[in-house]
């Protein structure tokens, strides 16, 4: 089955620097992948997501970017603020099954 | 408003004692999933449903059950909860099934935090 592995675990940038997170998946027939954004104690919110006919994505200060080859993709985000500290999960659906995996998280946190 | 609720929102419970949490979504969405969410480990899938009657495994369905009786709601039963069941719940649907290129978001509730002594 599907594999997702994401890193870093944690993350931490200066207020207005840039973040990325990289995930890679391991089901060549992964054909869509969100990213989703958990504050505290809240639910997991999508984000941003891609399929996987599209190499990059964009919006506002946030982009994901897919390399079908290497099977992975990134999460971008620039000029960071403070409410984007959070928990980001990315995920990855496969075409033959009806689950989404999640990776295990990465912690962001922007320092003011 | 269109939302997934999940009931109750915390639970304190002891083990062997049989528990429901309660998924409803007024959004008309054919699938819905269930998922624990534990540190370091993400969100790993126990059950889900891609329509009335219709319910497969996830990754980690051991000690869970689920019922999919009507459209809107979908039921997670412990009919014996242990220890290892302590953990954050989500209940989440999406308009379609997630698989033959149909991929989308998936829409989640606000979470269950259960704790079995």
């Known amino acids: 089955g599907e594999n997702v592995e994401q890193h870093p675990s944690t993350l931490s940038v200066q207020e207005g620097d840039s973040a990325v997170i990289k995930c890679t998946y391991s089901d060549s027939a992964s054909n869509y992948f969100p990213w989703y954004k958990q504050e505290l104690g809240k639910r997991p919110q999508l984000i941003i997501d891609?399929?996987?006919?599209?190499g990059e994505k964009k919006d506002q200060r946030i982009a994901v970017t897919l390399n079908k080859t290497a099977k992975h993709f990134s999460l971008h985000i620039t000029e960071t603020q403070p409410e984007d500290s959070a928990v980001y999960f990315c995920?990855?659906?496969?075409?033959?099954?009806?689950?989404?995996?999640f990776g295990a998280g990465t912690r962001l946190t922007v320092k003011p | 408003e269109a939302q997934v609720t999940q009931n109750p929102r915390y639970l304190i419970t002891v083990t062997g004692k049989k528990l429901t949490v309660t998924c409803s979504q007024n959004?008309?969405?054919?699938?819905m999933s269930w998922y624990r969410q534990d540190p370091g480990l993400g969100l790993r899938q126990i059950y889900y449903?891609?329509?009335?009657?219709?319910?497969d495994k996830g990754d980690v369905p051991e000690g869970y059950k689920v019922s999919r009786k009507e459209k809107r709601n979908f039921p997670l039963i412990l009919e014996s909860p242990s220890p290892n069941q302590t953990s954050l719940y989500f209940c989440?649907?999406?308009?379609?099934?997630?698989?033959?290129?149909?991929?989308?978001?998936?829409?989640f509730g606000d979470g269950t935090r259960l704790s079995i002594l």
């Open positions: 959004m008309n969405h054919e699938y």
């Open positions: 449903s891609m329509n009335v009657e219709v319910t």
């Open positions: 995920a990855a659906t496969p075409y033959n099954n009806n689950d989404m995996r």
């Open positions: 989440a649907s999406s308009l379609y099934a997630l698989g033959g290129g149909a991929g989308q978001p998936q829409h």
């Open positions: 891609i399929r996987s006919n599209v």
